[in-house]
């Protein structure tokens, strides 16, 4: 098992993101592609990619991100960006000497190709090759599902920072995953490499994460800033293109009606009267009703934003959303790994 080692600064420098990293999900996503776990929640998604990414576009990804074992850390930069374009140019721009390590690295597991061999060999066009793929992935696989993908996410972060609020540091580690084992000052990771990681200090990011499949991961460089990406609870839904944003689940049509329904997903991301009216197909007029009633409700929160207003989702609006209200997160009955 990995044992991720605390001292007290670590443990007041716990944070948790409150936004999906769009690399990170990349990343994971290519692992789920590869075998088929989880086919209630990912099959459809999987049908989906499988039908838009070209076959040598996915080939060239496939090099660096296998199904399962080491991936470059390069590929998922520390400290990135949270939006896809940055964070693509920041991967992009790695200093050459460490592109060249982390891919020496890689060639002890995988057969090396002339692609990968021009990359570490600091060539242009083999860097620009692999921004293309990237994008052209991201376009398909997770472009279309980013708003679901981040109120879940959000969700998840509203759950821990409540439990961290309420009951503390230790709550929160104790409670991060069937998998994960909070033996003070220790978190125990149980289906990683066996070795000791000391955070000395810098504490550590965790990054809850959609395609994040039964066991957590890291960035392997220990000299990198420490981050632990966990998965979120996964269940049949959580996936939906932006196509289908303006259409609410049944339950929660049927709950909060379909308007009102699509009124509270739209707030997840932030919008003002005027958005709201454009992605529920409605009028200004009765955008401004809905939020009324959503924030009398205590489902949303609206505040002045120069001279508009802007509404944005309260925890208890994205544990609606998420079907956390009914302690899903709490009650988390899916079979462990076998170690």
């Known amino acids: 098992m990995l044992r991720i080692h605390f001292t007290p600064r670590d443990l007041a420098r716990v944070t948790i993101s409150t936004k999906p990293a769009p690399l990170w999900e990349i990343l994971l996503s290519l692992h789920m592609l590869q075998h088929s776990d989880g086919r209630l929640v990912f ?24 199904a399962r074992g080491y991936s470059p850390d390069f590929l998922t930069p520390a400290d990135c960006p949270s939006d896809f374009d940055s964070a693509l140019e920041k991967a992009l721009s790695t200093p050459q000497q460490q592109v060249r390590s982390e891919l020496d690295l890689l060639s002890k597991y995988r057969p090396v190709s002339p692609w990968t061999r021009e990359l570490a060999q600091g060539d242009r066009s083999a860097m620009r090759k692999l921004g ?23 969700a998840d972060q509203a759950h821990r920072g409540d439990a961290l609020a309420r009951h503390g540091v230790d709550r929160l580690l104790s409670s991060l995953h069937p998998r994960v084992r909070w033996v003070a000052p220790v978190l125990q990771v149980l289906d990683m490499n066996d070795r000791d990681f000391y955070l000395d200090g810098r504490g550590i990011e965790l990054q809850p994460s959609a395609f994040c499949w039964q066991v957590p991961t890291k960035l392997r460089d220990p000299g990198l800033k420490p981050i632990l990406v966990y998965p979120i609870q996964h269940a049949p839904g959580i996936l ?14 049927s709950l909060l009606g379909s308007t009102r329904a699509a009124a509270l997903e739209a707030a997840v991301e932030g919008c003002t009267t005027t958005e709201l009216a454009k992605r529920c197909s409605i009028s200004p007029a009765a955008a401004s009703h809905q939020a009324t009633v959503l924030r ?16 944005e989702v309260t925890q208890l609006g994205i544990w609606l959303l998420s079907g956390y209200g009914s302690g899903g997160l709490r009650h988390d009955k899916r079979p462990a790994p076998t170690p």
């Open 43 to 66: 099959d459809d998604w999987r049908k989906h990619v499988r039908t838009k990414v070209a076959p040598d576009q996915m080939r060239l990804l496939l090099e660096l991100m296998p």
């Open 132 to 154: 293309h793929a990237i994008r052209t992935y991201h376009d398909a696989a997770i472009a279309p599902y980013w708003r679901s993908i981040g109120t879940h996410v959000a």
């Open 240 to 253: 939906r293109q932006s196509s289908d944003a303006g259409r609410p689940s049944d339950a929660l049509g």
């Open 296 to 311: 009398e409700a205590g489902l949303i929160t609206t505040r002045r934003a120069g001279a508009s207003v802007k509404h």
